[in-house]
């Protein structure tokens, strides 16, 4: 039975999400381990909604010790098909304010050694990724802004840096060279994973400092980060709420069959243990 349809991962700042109702808490086994924390499941805006806190409520977790496979293999576990991701980011273009909101479409990887894929182990799957969010996701994201009335640019690229430390002024003039938008710890094996796992997946990167790069400006600490996201959190949650509330019902996107050209293997040389491991994810395709 389908427990929940959206998913919402939290991130720094937001480790509840205002305005459930009928709550209850569940804590899902994967054969990757334990997620970040209990899932908070109920309904928000008549929708079954299905909340984790990306770092364990308290923030216990850093990003090089989030468990990815266990957090968007319970997401599928409990039905749900799309990912509203929320994350604090550093901005890396002036024109990108602190309390803006950027929706990436790209991401560049500056992380080290994560695990980002459910394969291996016997199977072998090479899932398309040129478009790694979900378009759909992404524009709903961006009229529940406008409805809100916040700033949410649609596009930009994630730099997703492995941390915990923050970039040195060198690495983010550098990746200010390349172009990109914002700068975070935690979004690129979301999204990697969810892709195989065929569940829509998209970001509502918080802009809360400038990362080290302008100068006269102070360089980003913790604090100014929890500053801006207090200032904001009404508003993430609001959008996150119409942003519930306005997603499609049915799913016409590319998401949903993601993985149908993407395994290699020969199903028969498949090892029972790993297709025992993967069926909820690739139950169509064995
Ligand atoms: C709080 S400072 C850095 C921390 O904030 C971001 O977390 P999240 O993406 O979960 O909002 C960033 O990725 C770092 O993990
Ligand atoms: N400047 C920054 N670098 C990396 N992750 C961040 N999260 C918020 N601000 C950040």
């Known amino acids: 039975m389908q427990k929940a349809e959206i998913g919402i991962i939290g991130g720094s700042g937001l480790y509840s999400m205002p305005g459930l109702t009928n709550i209850r808490e569940e804590s899902i086994e994967t054969p990757f381990g334990e997620p970040s924390d209990a899932f908070v499941l109920g309904d928000l805006e008549g929708r079954k909604v299905a909340f984790l806190a990306r770092h364990g409520r308290g923030h216990r977790l850093l990003p090089s010790e989030l468990n990815f496979r266990a957090n968007i293999y319970a997401m599928k576990v409990l039905g749900v098909e799309r990912i509203l991701s929320v994350s604090a980011v550093g901005s890396l273009k002036e024109e990108h304010k602190p309390t803006d909101f950027v929706l990436p479409d790209q991401f560049i990887d500056r992380t080290f ?31 529940a802004c ?42 690129l094996q979301e999204a990697k994973l969810a892709r195989e796992a065929e569940i829509c997946y998209a970001t509502m990167a ?81």
Request: charged share 20%; hydrophobic share 40%.
């Open 113 to 143: 050694g994560r695990v980002g894929t459910f394969f291996g182990d016997g199977i072998v799957a090479h899932v398309g990724f040129g478009d790694p969010v979900c378009g759909t996701v992404v524009s709903t994201f961006a009229e």
């Open 146 to 187: 406008a409805e809100v009335g916040v700033v949410g640019k649609s596009g930009g690229t994630y730099v997703c840096m492995e941390g915990p430390q923050f970039s040195t002024r060198a690495e983010s003039n550098l990746y200010r060279s390349w172009g990109a938008d914002v700068i975070g710890m935690t979004n």
């Open 206 to 286: 918080m802009v809360t400092d400038y990362d080290c790069w302008r100068e006269g400006h102070d360089d980003v600490t913790v604090d100014q980060i929890v500053a801006v996201m207090h200032q904001n959190a009404e508003n993430a949650a609001k959008v996150v709420k119409a942003s519930v509330a306005a997603m499609p019902v049915e799913r016409t996107c590319a998401c949903t069959t993601a993985m149908k050209y993407a395994i290699l293997t020969d199903r028969k040389a498949i090892p029972e243990k790993t297709r025992e491991k993967l069926e909820i994810l690739l139950n169509k395709y064995m």
